[in-house]
């Protein structure tokens, strides 16, 4: 795996190398679980290894405003904080949404621009779309983004490498929810709760496409709270894993 992050958001700790501006994590951190290099391939942040009880609840929106309200009012009522993946088309139309998941604490992160897979695109369209989405979240609530998750979950090497010249993170996950299938309300809590760990990267959706996740997500979260697990952002999760100061 790789680890992107702009250096005036937060200071990384362990070896790094300087890669155009940005700080690419590599075997330095291996042992810490956040980042490898192989020579086959550039791999994304799936996990964290924490001594901590931390977890984090990501949401991926893309299609419409129903479930994005119904989510922001969850995790309002619940307290709990998340990371939302938001793609550049969305933010555009939905400024107040976006504005509201940022008022109430959440961190708002990159779902890309167009909803195919980037694997087929070229470097110009890759970096384009990093751009406009950054671009569109921080005019609309100042918040500068540095975790990207591409569209299908899809990504290869160039995606990677591009995403952190940039100044971004490839953010995949550890646990599907599987809500996108609407598999059923007691599936989609049962997979997430028996399933969770300390330092996963859960995978959720607050597309109007995911008819159930607004049913489901209450008892995931008390499941999880059940568990002694605490749903912190991504960022948060990196800062008390003690691999961001």
């Not at 290099?37 to 129903?66: K, Y």
């Amino acid at each position: 795996m790789i680890l992107v992050l702009r250096r005036r958001t937060r200071r990384l700790i362990g070896g790094v190398l300087a890669l155009s501006g940005t700080l690419l994590i590599t075997a330095a951190l291996a042992s810490a679980g956040v980042a490898r290099l192989t020579m086959a391939r550039l791999e994304p942040l799936r996990q964290v290894q924490t001594p901590t009880n931390d977890i984090a609840l990501t949401f991926d929106i893309s299609w419409g405003t129903e479930m994005p309200a119904k989510i922001a009012d969850i995790l309002e009522t619940t307290g709990v904080q998340a990371t939302v993946f938001v793609s550049g088309p969305w933010a555009s139309r939905n400024t107040e949404l976006l504005q509201r998941f940022a008022a109430q604490g959440h961190e708002l992160a990159s779902h890309g621009y167009k909803h195919s897979n980037m694997s087929a695109w070229n470097e110009s369209q890759i970096e384009e779309a990093i751009t406009l989405t950054h671009r569109i979240i921080k005019d609309a609530t100042g918040q500068e983004s540095c975790f990207i998750r591409p569209p299908n979950g899809d990504y290869d090497d160039l995606v990677i490498t591009v995403a952190a010249k940039t100044g971004y993170t490839v953010v995949i996950w550890s646990l599907d929810s599987l809500d996108w299938l609407n598999p059923g309300v007691g599936k989609i809590v049962d997979r997430v709760v028996s399933r969770a760990k300390p330092g996963d990267i859960i995978l959720m959706h607050a597309s109007d496409t995911c008819k159930q996740t607004d049913q489901a997500l209450p008892a995931v979260i008390e499941g999880l709270r059940g568990k002694g697990l605490e749903m912190v952002t991504l960022r948060d999760l990196l800062f008390r894993a003690q691999l961001l100061r």
